[in-house]
């Protein structure tokens, strides 16, 4: 099981708004180019998550069912 929090070092924006993830993230996490990825403001200000879209979708649905009352 991943650990809860990991720190995977720093990335800068260029010009495009565009930053590259930590290799060290992106194989902790499983990215690999191509794939795409959901940006979400974190809970703190000035954060943000990056999840894997089936990461989040996964997430999604689990929420969908727990607020129906229903398994997912």
Do not use: C
């Not at 800068?12 to 993230?25: E, H, L, Y």
């Not at 974190?42 to 954060?47: A, C, I």
């Amino acid at each position: 099981m991943p650990e809860s929090h990991a720190f995977y070092g720093s990335a800068t924006v260029g010009s495009k708004g565009q930053i590259v993830i930590p290799a060290d993230a992106r194989n902790a996490m499983q990215i690999k180019a191509g794939d795409k990825v959901v940006v979400v403001r974190g809970p703190r200000e000035g954060s943000i998550i990056i999840f894997r879209v089936d990461a989040f979708e996964g997430l999604m649905a689990r929420a969908t069912a727990a607020e129906s009352g229903t398994q997912g």
